[in-house]
């Protein structure tokens, strides 16, 4: 017999049920459920809108359920529909008539809405202390390599010199608006919205603020309709977690181009390596390619909420259950993805020679030779094209600028003289810029000082 049978007169068809139910994904919301039933039943009680002796049973009783849930002792039916009906369901054969009395003053509508706000601020948190951990192990490397160099790329030609302490801190600044955009996000979220109804509230006196405070949400709903309507928090974070998994695949990329032998900038752990069926020399970075790969599933996830969302009438309709397996799926896939990206980046060997030597090479000096010019008192531009001679001039006789001879460097502009070449060292190139921001190990250190404020505050 269904919760709603009362204006049927038959059964519903096993496919329809099948077809209808969302038990299968949604059961995983059953802890939210049941807190979220004990605090209404508990204001219902306190209103006095049951008698309080009912009250004390069905909270006792919901308890116990949660309890039996968690011990594995409870099956759930397929044609009980979904996490909601099946523990009301389970609750009314424990305590029988006492439990009918649950859903006074309350929908499925905002049930689900407030079961769904609870579950995916939880995850929320936990994503948010993943992000943490993958702060701090970023942190913990750049603060071992401010004096790390290694080339800077565009269009991934070798471009500057920068650090791997600077490179480190920029994935710093991208997971840290993550985090923030994560709280920001929550914020919206955690607003109450039972005592909403159907979509046109309740008659009864209910009190929306106890139930709220029972259940830790920093506000109530403002509008009924809205309350049981609107997805758009969960398409938020389905937002936060694209935005996660985007800088996760970047890095990944960074990742799996560095372990490449003609890169050769770090080399993975074994743990977090695999090798090749065939060919024994392999060692593959299977963990950022994952990485990256799954961030199209995060992406899917967020087009698939979008999408279901648009165009829906106000206010519940049954497309809505399809919010369910996108963001939880989103939310997995960020949660595996998080810790083992950490791990893999904790782990790494990080070959500061062959860095260097890298950077040594594809002309990474030629700005500030132009830059030392400029400051011999030649326009930019006109040292843009004397630099660029010499670079053109340097790959006939396959030579770094740094390699040319002071009468080499004389052809080019009289206005050099022996202090170039310490103005074009690697290191001058990075020190010098230590503007705010910049890559001079003075100036990473200041970032990296702020990074474990940001941390500490937090935290
Ligand atoms: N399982 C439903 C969902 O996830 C719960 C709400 C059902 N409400 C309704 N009017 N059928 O959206």
Known sequence: MKLWGGRFSKNTDKLMDDFNSSIRFDSRMYRQDIIGSAAHVKM?????????????????????????????????????????????????????????????????????ALDIRMYLRDEAKEIKSMLISLLQVILRIAEENTDTIMPGYTHLQRAQPITLAHHQMAYFQMFRRDLERLEDCVGRMNVMPLGSGALAGTTYPIDRYMVARELGFDRITENSIDAVSDRDFVIELASCLSLIMMHLSRFSEEIVLWSTSEFSFIELDDAYSTGSSI?????????????????????????????????????????????????????????????????????????????????????????????????????????????????????????????????ELKIFSDKITDDVYDAISLETCVNDRNIPGGPSAGSVRDSIKNGKLFLESIS
Do not use: W
Request: with cysteine.
């Open 279 to 407: 060919m024994p020399q392999k060692k593959n970075p299977d963990v950022a390619e994952l990485v990256r790969g799954k961030t199209g599933r995060v992406y899917g996830s967020l087009m698939a909420l979008l999408t279901v969302m648009k165009g829906l009438p106000l206010a519940y309709n049954k497309d809505m259950q399809e919010d369910k397996e996108a963001i939880f799926d989103a939310v997995d896939t960020v949660k595996m993805c998080l810790p083992i990206f950490t791990k893999m980046l904790d782990t790494m060997k990080i070959k500061k020679d062959i860095m260097y030597s890298s950077a040594k090479g594809g002309f990474t000096n030629a700005t500030d030779m132009a830059d030392y010019l400029v400051k011999k008192g030649i326009p930019f531009r006109d040292c843009h094209e004397i630099v660029g001679k010499m670079v053109a001039y340097c790959l006939r006789k396959d030579k770094g600028i740094e390699d040319l001879s002071f009468d």
């Open 44 to 112: 219902l009680g306190a209103c006095g809108i049951i008698p309080q002796s009912d009250a004390d049973l069905i909270y006792k009783t919901l308890f116990e359920i949660l309890e039996d849930i968690e011990n594995g002792k409870v099956e759930f039916e397929v044609s009980a529909e979904d996490i909601h009906m099946n523990i009301e369901k389970i609750l009314i054969s424990r305590i029988g008539d006492v439990g009918k009395r649950l859903h006074t003053g309350r929908s499925r509508n905002d049930q689900v």
